[in-house]
């Protein structure tokens, strides 16, 4: 069973940066395609950014292309989420996701396997 779990939120101003990890338990890490997902107070749960299983495609929403970058290390069994230019609009819970080998368009369209519990991240004005 993959267990995630997210760290390195906070608060940061506006125009700042934070890289946000999701770890793993699992030892075939690599197996899974992986993304990002991000709640804001009184909105649904939208999908951020995927990746595939090996890290060569990935993928982003449109209100954080060219500011948020998603990579991963199967060797260390991380995937990172790296937020440039923060927005005060990109305040959320942010949550990693995975699901088993697959497309990273059926992570963005929401068919995940696992959650993590989230990490909250405040952008302030």
């Known amino acids: 069973q993959l267990t995630l779990f997210e760290s390195g939120g906070g608060l940061v101003q506006a125009g700042g940066s934070v890289r946000l990890t999701c770890g793993s338990s699992?030892?075939?890490?690599?197996?899974?395609?992986m993304g990002w997902f991000r709640q804001a107070p009184g909105k649904e749960r939208v999908p951020v950014a995927a990746?595939?299983?090996?890290?060569?495609?990935?993928t982003y929403a449109d209100s954080v292309k060219g500011r948020f970058t998603i990579s991963r290390d199967n060797a260390r069994k991380v995937m990172f989420l790296q937020m440039n230019d923060l927005k005060p609009d990109d305040t959320a819970i942010y949550y990693c996701?995975?699901?088993?080998?697959?497309?990273?368009?059926?992570?963005?369209?929401?068919?995940?396997?696992?959650w993590g519990q989230g990490t909250q991240v405040t952008v302030s004005s």
């Open positions: 990746i595939n299983w090996n890290g060569v495609q990935t």
């Open positions: 996701a995975a699901r088993g080998r697959s497309a990273i368009s059926e992570i963005m369209s929401g068919s995940v396997d696992l």
């Open positions: 699992v030892h075939n890490f690599g197996y899974y395609a």
